[in-house]
């Protein structure tokens, strides 16, 4: 929500909506988690409150007289949602005993980019992406925070942009690296 995220730090405009921005976005997450668990004590009454809302939350477990999200009658997409996060962990856990087998040349490799800070506006990000020898797509690609074809920054703020490199083009499977090596077989 543009209110959570705002009262997370993240910027969230015509322009620039930081809840696309991963490490951002990432960041910000994992400080709303930390505050619900300090609230509710137990993880899937605050994945209850990542999907519906700390105020919701707490309004139901008051209305409800219980303590754990586990015991609410919640709408049927929050509830699903705790049990989603139980599934996913599970299957991250050991995915292989759940039928997912990865070979590593069936990976994404990660795309490296250069960072390049940014204290004015541009007017045309398409123009940008072209002086810097890549395309609008790939410019928005790799920055998906970005939500329009211009970056006003009247305020003057720092943003750091990702730049795909001409070497990350092109990549060789075999040098993939793997994020958990029990995800793949050889």
Same mark, same amino acid.
């Given at each position: 929500?543009?209110?959570?995220? =705002?009262? !997370?730090?993240? @910027?969230?405009? +015509?322009?620039?909506? @930081?809840? !696309?921005?991963? /490490? ?7 400080? !709303? ?22 105020? =919701?939350?707490?309004? /139901? ?15 049927? @997409?929050?509830? =699903?949602?705790?049990? =989603?996060?139980?599934?996913? +962990? ?6 292989? +005993? ?15 980019? @250069?960072?390049? &800070? ?13 002086? +810097?020898? #890549?395309? !609008? ?11 329009? &074809? ?7 703020? &720092?943003?750091?942009?990702? #730049?795909? &490199? ?18 793949? #077989?050889r």
């Amino acid at each position: 929500m543009e209110a959570t995220g =705002r009262k !997370y730090g993240l @910027e969230v405009n +015509k322009n620039i909506d @930081e809840r !696309y921005h991963v /490490e951002k976005a990432t960041v910000a997450a994992c400080k !709303y988690l930390k505050d619900a668990y300090s609230r509710y004590g137990d993880w899937l009454t605050v994945a209850a409150s990542y999907n519906a809302g700390k105020g =919701r939350i707490s309004s /139901e477990l008051s209305k409800q007289e219980v303590t754990s999200a586990m015991d609410l009658w919640l709408v049927e @997409e929050t509830a =699903r949602y705790m049990f =989603r996060i139980m599934a996913a +962990k599970q299957v991250f856990s050991d995915p292989a +005993k759940f039928g997912f087998i990865l070979r590593a040349d069936q990976l994404y490799p990660p795309i490296p980019y @250069e960072k390049v &800070t940014v204290k004015t506006s541009i007017a045309d990000l398409a123009r940008y992406a072209k002086d +810097k020898g #890549i395309t !609008y797509y790939q410019l928005r690609d790799a920055n998906p925070w970005l939500r329009s &074809t211009s970056l006003e920054n009247k305020t003057g703020r &720092t943003y750091t942009l990702h #730049i795909p &490199t001409q070497e990350g083009m092109h990549y060789n499977p075999e040098q993939i690296p793997v994020h958990n090596k029990n995800w793949i #077989i050889r």
